[in-house]
């Protein structure tokens, strides 16, 4: 772990029996998470080492931290899918369980830098039209009194949402099929701007203070196209390139930096 300028890296040596599905991790400062992808073991870290871990009754399908060290998770129940929220330490603090036809299937999920905010992304067919729904869940005092902990949550027809994030502070991010909406708020999260593209986006990447999109342009010697924007949806940079970038793969030793992309 470490700053922008100087980042640390983070490597852990990882037990071949214990983790049977492939390893996935996610990074928040000082704060990680791995993930054993398709088996059951989450290990959470910080700077000085495993901080906790938990066996999970279903399968992992997609796990995220926060800053504070709170860690999110989609788990495969099978006929349901579910949604776990854990401490540092492992302890479960709460469990959601979902469903295609309420309130869709969870193709993301993100947590504030606080823990106090888990963001989650679905998905579910109305008639012949996809449609994604983005909630927020609210753990702290503010949700006790909301249904589910549901604090606000926006319905986007006909869009598909795979990926969001929480960015710096209160703000966070869902990115669509067509842009990507931003919300802002450190208790009840409002969306603030939604910036559509009319191109295929075929990746994104992002940290604190930027949002990126890179798409395919038609060029024959740079193919691809990439724009940075701020988190306030202000278009920072605009530049073409000709490779496009692969991710390393995992090791008997995983290392991760904060670099976020998917």
Same mark, same amino acid.
């Given at each position: ?18 983790? $049977? ?34 066996? $999970? ?6 796990a995220r931290v926060s800053s504070s060290g709170m860690v999110a998770a989609i788990l ?21 369980? $979902? ?31 996809? $449609? ?57 999260? #409002?969306?603030?701007?939604?910036? #559509? ?13 930027i949002i990126g999109l890179v798409f395919k342009n038609g060029d024959k010697d740079k193919p691809y196209t ?9 278009? #920072? ?26």
């Open positions: 772990f470490g700053t922008e300028e100087n980042p640390l890296v983070l490597c852990h040596q990882l037990d071949p029996v214990s983790h $049977t599905g492939g390893l996935v991790a996610d990074v928040r400062g000082d704060r990680a998470v791995i993930a054993d992808q398709d088996g059951t073991l989450l290990e959470m870290f910080d700077k000085d080492g495993e901080t906790g871990s938990v066996t $999970t009754s279903y399968n992992i399908i997609k495969d129940g099978g006929d349901a899918t579910w949604i776990n929220f854990y401490g540092s330490d492992g302890t479960l603090i709460a469990e959601n369980q $979902t469903h295609l036809a309420d309130p869709g299937y969870p193709l993301d999920v993100a947590v504030s830098g606080s823990g106090d905010i888990m963001m989650v992304a679905y998905q579910f067919v109305d008639g012949s039209e996809t $449609t994604s729904y983005v909630a927020f869940y609210n753990f702290g005092d503010v949700g006790q009194s909301e249904d589910d902990r549901i604090v606000s949550g926006y319905t986007y027809d006909g869009v598909v949402i795979p990926q969001i994030m929480y960015l710096d502070g209160d703000r966070s991010a869902a990115i669509r099929d067509d842009g990507f909406t931003l919300y802002k708020g450190s208790q009840i999260p #409002k969306e603030v701007e939604t910036i #559509k593209v009319d191109k295929e986006i075929v990746s994104t990447f992002y940290d604190d203070n990439m724009r940075g924007y701020s988190t306030d949806g202000s278009l #920072k940079r605009n530049s073409i390139f000709r490779i496009q970038q692969s991710r390393p793969a995992a090791e008997t030793y995983f290392c991760t930096t904060a670099l976020r992309s998917v």
